[in-house]
């Protein structure tokens, strides 16, 4: 056995390689869990007592020496290695990647944002799970409003009534219970109505809502300000028409329609050949609201609008069917890379 040793340890010095998958070999053959080492170390165990002291000084020299030998030679294949790499050339041009495009409604939604920002409109947002009282009840819902039935609203729970919110609507009463007037914001953000989904209707859908709160807060202030929008966003052209109709929340309320943008006021099928398209409802934030939120109604008045963002977007760029807003099918999203 030590003869055996011996001709090991001049095989392991004089090994020399620089190649990673020879190095591999070297390690299984010496220093691996079937290797040569382990065999001697197993037979160490047979040998005479007054020869172990001896053989063992030589397996532990042995060993030492084999894992030296493969840490020295593993390190200057990894020097050698990393000299090889070519330096980064920082000269070279980047590689082109496809470039992407902002969703249709990401584009309107900015854009209407802006719009009321030059006018001195804030933006804030609120939780799209909501409990009754934010929701209907701060808002002069009836009890028996239709829009507290299961099929019309997403509950989540009930008794305490939580809900998936109809309307951003919620975040105005959460702004005028925790701040004092003046206010004028506008609360972009999901809603959700329990409707069956069709090219024209969707279970959720983004809206914008706007409220203003100050002294003597007129509905020509509201009527003003929905003209500046419209222009704003269908061009100079655009005329806009009230008609009277009915919300919980405010008083006096109406519909707002503005001249067909398509076909100019002529008909067409966008217009259903009236010459008028319906974009949003408003009015004049009804006193019960106010009082709710801790606002002295004989003090201030206010104003509020809502719109629908698929609505605008549908407008703008003539999309016909709503479920492509929510589809992610890169193939109508492309159309979409000029407008970012």
Known sequence: MEHNIQRLLDEIKSFSTVKPDELEQ????????NGILNNLFEEFKAQPPQQKQMLGKLLNSLKQTASEKY???????????????????????ATNGAYGARHPMSIIRKEIIEIFSRIGFTVADGPEIEDDWHNFTALNFQPDHPAREMQDTFFIEQNPD????????????????TQKPPLRVIMPGRVYRNEAISSRAHCFFNQVEGLYIDKNVSFADLKQTLLYFSKEMFGSDTKI?????????????????????????????????????????????????????????????GYAFGMGIERITNLKFTVKDLRLFSENDIRFLKQFKNNI
């Open 71 to 93: 840490n020295d030679l593993k390190n200057n294949i990894d020097i050698a290695g990393k000299q090889e790499t070519k330096p980064l050339d920082l000269t070279l041009n």
């Open 241 to 301: 028409r009230l008609r009277p109709s009915y919300f919980p929340f405010t008083e006096p309320s109406a519909e707002m329609d503005i001249s067909c943008s398509l076909c100019g006021g002529k008909g067409c099928s966008m217009c259903k050949k009236t010459g008028w398209v319906e974009i949003l409802g408003c009015g004049m934030v009804d006193p019960n609201v106010l009082e709710n939120c801790n606002i002295d109604s004989k003090v201030y008045t």
């Open 162 to 177: 939580i809900v998936l919110r109809t309307h951003t609507s919620s975040v105005q009463v959460r702004l005028m219970q």
């Open 26 to 33: 070297f390690r299984i053959k010496y220093l691996g869990k």
